[in-house]
């Protein structure tokens, strides 16, 4: 039976990679986050509003059913889409919006799961398990290539993600002791 306390790790391990995520990204210029290497390549903005955009759509796939936070940035976040076919980024401080009403409805959905509050509450809190298993390596996975585009803009790398639960596999770091 999957415990709350195992659910409330995985959010405590859900917030850490976010913090990574944003140590990646708060000491640059709007310009650099901006930036795009080239037209077939993306930029830290776009792995930024993607990393919420799936986080979202897993969400309310899986677990929620809820309409689109901002319909505009569905397609443009969605890596079906090609790269330069993506257009323009929003300016940052929407993108960055974006991403923190996608981690609160996060919450308040892992939270009502925890609660109870859902249909279906023993089978729900098994889902929660995978799926922020599955938000918290898809935060890393992009954390690695917004890495690569910081090094092309001649940015060192922050200290890694402070969590004993993590292993690198391929070079991206990895939920891997739960």
């Not at 993306?42 to 969400?59: C, D, E, M, P």
């Amino acid at each position: 039976m999957t415990k709350p306390a195992d659910i409330e790790v995985l959010l405590e391990e859900y917030e850490v990679a976010r913090q990574f995520t944003r140590s990646l990204y708060e000491d640059l210029t709007e310009r650099e986050i901006l930036w795009r290497p080239s037209p077939q390549s993306s930029g830290i903005g776009w792995h930024l509003g993607h990393q919420a955009a799936v986080n979202h759509f897993l969400v309310r796939n899986l677990v929620a059913a809820e309409a689109s936070l901002a319909p505009a940035f569905d397609a443009l976040f969605d890596s079906a889409t090609q790269e330069p076919e993506r257009g323009a980024l929003p300016a940052v401080g929407d993108l960055l919006a974006y991403r923190e009403a996608v981690a609160v409805r996060t919450r308040a959905r892992i939270q009502a799961i925890l609660r109870g509050d859902v249909g279906a509450p023993a089978q729900l809190r098994h889902v929660a398990v995978s799926l922020l298993v599955a938000l918290v390596n898809h935060e890393y996975q992009h954390d690695c290539w917004i890495g690569e585009v910081r090094a092309a803009l001649g940015q060192s790398d922050p200290a890694p993600p402070a969590s004993a639960r993590l292993t690198a596999v391929d070079g991206y770091w990895t939920l891997t002791g739960i």
